[in-house]
């Protein structure tokens, strides 16, 4: 059973930074793609970046987040990170790591198309 646990978040003010982790625990390989998600208060869920086992990324257009943040990810400690810089009160929100299945390397910003979702993480910006 693929499980995942994010970890990192917390309360800051405006302009510091955060690295957000996903413990990833289940997957036979690394052959999988990863995704970090947020939900605003009030807002749906949407999507921040991917990232596949070869360390292909890609990064929302939001303009909110655009030039900010940087996913990454260590196959050996089997865990995916989420850096988020210059942090503004509107990037408050819970933060979810998600994985697609094993042997989908494609990347996505699409949420339909993960299939195992962490609990969240808050991370909460004050100005």
């Known amino acids: 059973e693929v499980q995942l646990a994010e970890s990192g978040g917390g309360s800051v003010q405006a302009g510091g930074s955060l690295r957000l982790s996903c413990a990833v625990s289940?997957?036979?390989?690394?052959?999988?793609?990863m995704g970090w998600f947020r939900q605003a208060p009030g807002k749906e869920r949407e999507a921040v970046a991917s990232?596949?086992?070869?360390?292909?990324?890609?990064?929302t257009d939001s303009v909110s987040v655009k030039g900010r943040v940087t996913i990454s990810r260590d196959n050996a400690k089997n865990t995916l990170y989420l850096q988020i810089n210059s942090l503004k009160p509107e990037d408050t929100a819970m933060y979810y790591c998600?994985?697609?299945?094993?042997?989908?390397?494609?990347?996505?910003?699409?949420?339909?198309?993960?299939?195992?979702w962490g609990q969240g993480t808050q991370v909460t910006v004050s100005s």
């Open positions: 990232i596949n086992s070869i360390g292909n990324i890609i990064y």
């Open positions: 998600a994985g697609r299945s094993e042997g989908r390397l494609g990347l996505s910003l699409t949420q339909s198309e993960y299939l195992y």
């Open positions: 289940g997957y036979t390989s690394s052959g999988y793609s």
